[in-house]
């Protein structure tokens, strides 16, 4: 089993960057797609990006242009990028291990902790 530790997260103004880090644990992280999720404060949790084991990335429409994920499988550890950030950015962000089925995407590990990003003036 995968397990996930989340951080990077913080407060930040419109228009300013963060960079999220996950590392997993697990051989397999190398061999695994992994997704960066996001839960804003009373709205369900929702996929913001994916990167599959070849580096072959996908994005939700919102963060299209905004958002970069990366991974680094030497150290078991995904990253998101976000640049531009907007108050709709602000949720608790998430990353899990993730494979591919007919209607999208569906995890496979436990959730970690997440971290708060919070986008303010």
């Known amino acids: 089993q995968v397990q996930l530790v989340e951080s990077g997260g913080g407060l930040v103004q419109p228009g300013g960057s963060l960079r999220l880090s996950c590392a997993a644990s697990?051989?397999?992280?190398?061999?695994?797609?992994m997704g960066w999720y996001r839960q804003a404060s009373g709205k369900q949790r929702e996929l913001v990006a994916v990167?599959?084991?070849?580096?072959?990335?996908s994005y939700a429409d919102s963060v299209k242009g905004r958002f970069t994920i990366s991974r680094d499988n030497a150290k078991n550890t995904v990253y998101l990028q976000m640049n531009s950030l907007k108050p709709e950015d602000t949720a608790v962000y998430y990353c899990?291990?993730?494979?591919?089925?007919?209607?999208?995407?569906?995890?496979?590990?436990?959730w970690g902790q997440g971290t708060q990003v919070t986008v303010s003036s």
């Open positions: 899990n291990n993730v494979e591919r089925i007919v209607t999208g995407w569906r995890t496979i590990a436990s």
């Open positions: 697990g051989s397999i992280f190398s061999i695994n797609a």
């Open positions: 990167i599959n084991s070849g580096g072959r990335t």
